[in-house]
């Protein structure tokens, strides 16, 4: 498993951009599929983004797309979500996570072995 930790949240007026990153420790990170969860207050943890190992293949909710940019750079073992045109209702908790799964839903939670523990981002109107 890898180690993770994300940084960069914080608090932006709409129309604004914030970028997250997510720092791993461990020797897995190259080999494993990324992705981004949200928790808003009250509700469920969603699927944001996820980037393959290879970077080859991103993948995005469509409440996000156009809007978000998932990158990872493996040299630095982090992976970052730039997040522009906020709006309100991006407002959430955002997860980083790590899957060593081959082939597996990266829109599903349950495929992920490794999380963060969170940053906050507050998006006001």
């Known amino acids: 498993q890898v180690q993770l930790v994300e940084s960069g949240g914080g608090q932006v007026q709409a129309g604004g951009s914030l970028r997250l990153s997510c720092a791993a420790s461990?020797?897995?990170?190259?080999?494993?599929?990324m992705g981004w969860f949200r928790q808003a207050p009250g509700k469920e943890r969603e699927f944001a983004a996820a980037?393959?190992?290879?970077?080859?293949?991103?993948y995005y909710a469509d409440s996000v797309k156009g809007r978000f940019t998932i990158s990872r750079d493996n040299a630095k073992n982090t992976v970052y979500l730039q997040m522009n045109s906020l709006k309100p209702e991006d407002t959430a908790v955002y997860y980083c996570?790590?899957?060593?799964?081959?082939?597996?839903?990266?829109?599903?939670?349950?495929?992920?072995?490794?999380w963060g523990q969170g940053t906050q981002v507050t998006v006001s109107s």
């Open positions: 980037i393959l190992a290879s970077r080859t293949n991103t």
């Open positions: 461990g020797d897995t990170f190259s080999s494993s599929a």
């Open positions: 996570a790590a899957s060593t799964l081959i082939h597996a839903n990266r829109r599903l939670e349950r495929t992920y072995n490794s």
